[in-house]
């Protein structure tokens, strides 16, 4: 059984940080890119970051730069969002997706996980 398992949210002041996990199984982790989404309630879903499944390449929306990154262990099967600096305006559910392309497009991804919330108060 196909699994993503997205863990590290909570509520956190502006200017604070979180580290959101994104545990694997089922597939070949090494395989597939990484990409985190985030929805916002009454907002589409939106690319936020990205990682290929070699490491070598990463994107990310423009808001978040230079704020969050993201990392992969292979041998862990376990993809990180770390979250620095937030703002009140990324607050939203955030979702990881593993996909053969390192895309913004929903879409083009095969798997996805449930979420987990991510609330930053002002």
């Known amino acids: 059984e196909v699994q993503l398992v997205e863990s590290g949210g909570g509520l956190v002041q502006a200017g604070g940080s979180l580290r ?3 545990a694997a199984s089922g597939f ?3 395989d597939y890119a990484i990409g985190w989404f985030r929805q916002a309630p009454g907002k589409e879903r939106e690319f936020v970051i990205g990682v290929s499944s070699d490491t070598q390449t990463t994107r990310y929306r423009e808001s978040v730069k230079g704020r969050f990154t993201i990392s992969r ?3 862990k099967d376990t993809v990180y969002l770390r979250m620095n600096s937030l703002k009140p ?3 939203a559910v955030y979702f990881c997706a593993a996909g053969k392309l390192l895309t913004r497009t929903p879409d083009l ?6 979420g987990t919330q991510v ?4």
Do not use: I
């Not at 991804?109 to 449930?114: A, F, N, P, R, T």
């Not at 609330?119 to 002002?122: E, L, N």
């Open 119 to 122: 609330t930053v108060s002002s």
């Open 28 to 30: 070949t982790f090494d």
């Open 73 to 75: 262990d292979n041998a």
């Open 109 to 114: 991804y095969d798997y996805w996980g449930q």
């Open 20 to 22: 959101l996990s994104c």
């Open 89 to 91: 305006e990324d607050t």
